[in-house]
């Protein structure tokens, strides 16, 4: 599964953007689909992970209130719409994808996702 990401881009704090992750082929019936981020200088960490299948989604507690992640069939895409952006929000966003089948798990740990898209930076100056 090749993976597309795009959307980042140069946003002033308090802006919004949507990025974007598509599949080069295969659809997401079936996967999860992650998104992680690598901020200058730290570890990559997750943002929202989203089950295709179900539609349900987890954030971890950083994340929730401004981040939602979701599925648009018609497009066979997953979004990521950040809002309220602050300067620590900086980084390469990468969305990842793993097969699970009817699992109802959705994975945290970077080291699970087996396809990953090649990152899209977004920068929020203050």
């Known amino acids: 599964v090749q993976l597309q990401a795009s959307g980042g881009g140069l946003v002033q704090a308090g802006g919004s953007l949507r990025l974007s992750c598509a599949p080069s082929?295969?659809?997401?019936?079936?996967?999860?689909v992650g998104w992680f981020r690598q901020a200058p200088g730290k570890e990559r960490e997750f943002v929202a992970g989203?089950?295709?299948?179900?539609?349900?989604?987890y954030y971890p507690d950083s994340m929730k209130g401004r981040f939602t992640i979701s599925g648009d069939g018609t497009k066979n895409t997953v979004y990521l719409q950040m809002n309220s952006l602050k300067p620590e929000d900086t980084g390469v966003y990468y969305c990842?994808?793993?097969?699970?089948?009817?699992?109802?798990?959705?994975?945290?740990?970077?080291?699970?996702?087996?396809?990953w898209g090649q990152g899209t930076l977004v920068t929020v100056s203050s």
């Open positions: 082929t295969n659809t997401f019936t079936g996967y999860v």
């Open positions: 990842a994808t793993r097969y699970r089948g009817f699992s109802s798990t959705i994975d945290t740990e970077e080291r699970l996702y087996r396809y």
């Open positions: 989203l089950r295709w299948s179900g539609g349900n989604t």
